[in-house]
């Protein structure tokens, strides 16, 4: 979610204990965690905002430059997970709803680190590197390989730089 988007009352802000400066550069993330825990949480699956990156924004570090687009760094996922973890290992939950939102942590982080992935193949990566580099987060994950999103990936990959080789070749010619 961007910031930017997300709407909430201010009363579940206050009671959420604000942004909190220990929770660093990402800090509008837990605090999204800590309202969702005593309000109601509705999430709308559509684009409703859109996000620039630059030198200046105070997220800028979390990432790196390229001449194709601003690139996220790999760190980025796994720093969610970790927060999304410590998190849960705090949370007066029972144990069915911890076990649950623990299964859902694991495959959103997997669902990260494959959009992280896409966004360096669509900052210049090519098709080889893209492909070591999923290979190599396969052997730390081995159910992103039974995960249908990393297919779509894949698929994306091979088909999507298909029609974008044939289109510059007809725009050639």
């Known amino acids: 979610m961007c910031f930017s988007s997300v709407v909430f009352r201010k009363a579940a802000f206050l009671d959420a204990g604000m942004l909190q400066e220990e929770d660093g550069l990402i800090d509008d993330f837990p605090l999204f965690m800590r309202i969702a825990t005593r ?23 979390l990432g790196s430059f390229t001449p194709r687009g601003y690139r996220t760094s790999r760190s980025v996922p796994d720093e969610l997970y970790a927060r999304r973890m410590r998190f849960l290992a705090g949370a007066d939950l029972p144990q069915p709803e911890l076990r649950r939102l623990d299964r859902a942590a694991r495959r959103t982080h997997r669902h ?7 966004m360096c193949a669509t900052t210049g990566d090519g098709l080889r590197v893209t492909l070591r580099s999923l ?4 052997r730390r994950d081995r159910r992103l390989v039974v995960d249908r999103r990393t297919w779509r990936f894949v ?5 999507g730089r298909w029609v974008r080789d044939r289109a510059r070749r007809a725009l050639v010619t």
Do not use: C, K, T
């Open 135 to 138: 290979g190599a987060e396969v």
């Open 112 to 118: 990260e680190v494959l959009a992280h992935l896409s």
């Open 155 to 159: 698929g994306g990959q091979f088909g």
């Open 39 to 61: 309000w109601d949480f509705a999430y709308i699956d559509s684009s409703l905002a859109e996000m620039r990156a630059h030198s200046g924004a105070e997220s800028s570090p």
